[in-house]
């Protein structure tokens, strides 16, 4: 059985899109009415019809609890310029929405404004997954633009252009 390091090395040769999921917490031990939201490379569709898709956190994040809570999260999918923007989540920033333009979705969850792909989610389901929590949502509005996708390979950014 490989090591989790080893485990780590071989999947950073799996090249993905970045995305950042947000939502509001809901519960009073997390500051209720607080955007919350994370960097997450994990994203991934499961089915067209009913239209569902899941993404996982780790047990270990500062967030679980929100996420444990929430109802709905936005799946962003982050375009070729948008770098500082995937770093910027991925921080320990305290207000990783601080100047950033947005709407409210379902729940009063943050909407980014800036996107390449955007997927609204009702929570249908927390789903054990060793270290990790797989959050499958169902998807209740979807809309993406034309433009070059952000990606994530052995560690490093880069982007994907289209033909």
């Known amino acids: 059985m490989p090591s989790p390091m080893e485990m780590r090395r071989a999947l950073g040769g799996f090249a993905t899109g970045v995305t950042v999921v947000t939502t509001r917490s809901l519960i009073s031990e997390v500051s209720p ?20 898709v899941l993404w996982s956190l780790s047990k270990h994040s500062q967030l679980l609890p929100t996420f444990a809570a929430a109802t709905h999260y936005a799946v962003h999918v982050l375009h070729a310029g948008q770098q500082a923007l995937a770093v910027r989540f991925a921080s320990a920033l305290e ?19 800036d996107y390449l792909s955007r997927f609204v989610c009702c929570i249908r389901d927390r789903i054990d997954g060793g270290d990790h929590v797989i959050l499958l949502g169902e998807v209740t509005h979807a809309d993406t633009r034309d433009v070059d996708a952000l990606t994530y390979w052995r560690g490093q950014y880069g982007q994907l252009e289209s033909a």
Request: no cysteine.
């Open 95 to 113: 207000d990783r929405f601080s100047g950033l333009m947005l709407h409210r979705g379902p729940a009063d969850v943050p909407l980014l404004d």
């Open 33 to 52: 009415g607080r955007d919350a939201g994370l960097t997450v490379n994990s994203f991934n569709s499961v089915s067209l019809d009913p239209p569902l």
